[in-house]
């Protein structure tokens, strides 16, 4: 399915049900959508099989970290489900990332986007003093997405507060993809980076991930259409 959107509808439910009958409402024109931890958890591979036959790109957001042989297998194993784009933690280092990337190399006609997480958009300065990073968000990205560019990755989840100094350090065609996204006066919740549609498109992301600003409205698809009209998708 072409997609013209930016726009990645985080279908964070406890239920497949709940994940489809969203899916359902949505057009695939109009959006990609995500599967996080809580929807693989209770629904399983099988989510993908249901989304992609809705014709639905799907972005498998496991994060994954572990070793780099068992990182390397379980994304060759995402890939083989078809879906569009996967990820693993930068900081899980240079041989994870390598090695995840050599495998999808090996694919002959490989599709599937590899990125790695940076900085959670969850977590500001005094959180990663708490984990004896002594940098500010913006410069322990830079890092990671430097090492992940390095590594093999086709681009980096990180927050549109970063994507400016990514774009400019690392060049356009590296792949930001931005969760955080609140449009003006949405709540902000467990997010600290935030931006809104627009300002995320301007500074140079690629996708924006959207979940409960869609998800929890009352009318999820008119909040779709609206974000997607003010970015002139359809225009
Ligand atoms: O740094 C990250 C990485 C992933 N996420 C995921 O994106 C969505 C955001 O949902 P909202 O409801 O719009 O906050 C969610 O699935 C996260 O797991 C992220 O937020 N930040």
């Known amino acids: 399915m072409s997609c013209q959107s930016p726009i990645v ?13 969203m899916a359902k409402r949505l057009d695939p024109s109009q959006c990609r959508v995500k599967v996080g931890k809580e929807l693989f958890t209770t629904a399983g591979p099988a989510i993908l099989d249901a989304l992609h036959k809705l014709n639905f790109d799907v972005f498998l ?17 995402a890939a083989d489900a078809g879906v569009w ?13 390598e090695a995840s990337a050599n ?6 006609d490989n599709q599937t986007l590899l990125i790695a997480v940076t900085v959670l958009t969850s977590m500001d ?3 990663l003093a708490e984990i004896g990073i002594d940098l500010t968000p913006e410069q322990h990205v830079k890092r ?13 989840v990180c927050s549109a507060q970063e994507s400016s100094m990514l ?12 969760p955080g ?3 003006a006066g949405s709540a902000q919740g467990d997010q600290k980076r935030i931006m809104t549609p627009s300002e995320a498109m301007a500074a140079g992301s690629h996708y924006l991930v959207m979940g409960r600003p869609i998800t929890q409205a009352a009318d999820p698809v008119a909040v779709l259409t609206q974000v997607n009209t003010e970015l002139g998708v359809f225009a």
Not at 61 to 77: Q, W
Not at 85 to 97: D, L
């Open 9 to 21: 509808v985080a279908l964070d439910y406890p239920t497949m049900a709940q994940s489809i009958e």
């Open 61 to 77: 957001d496991l994060k994954f970290h572990d070793i780099p042989n068992t990182v390397a297998n379980a994304v060759s194993v």
């Open 125 to 127: 300065q005094s959180d």
């Open 85 to 97: 784009m996967v990820n693993v933690h930068a900081s899980g280092g240079r041989r994870m990332m």
């Open 103 to 108: 495998a999808l190399a090996q694919r002959a």
């Open 167 to 178: 774009s400019n350090e690392l060049g356009k065609d590296f792949v930001l993809v931005t």
């Open 181 to 183: 996204i609140r449009p």
């Open 144 to 156: 990671l997405a430097s090492l992940a560019q390095s590594s093999g990755m086709d681009g980096v």
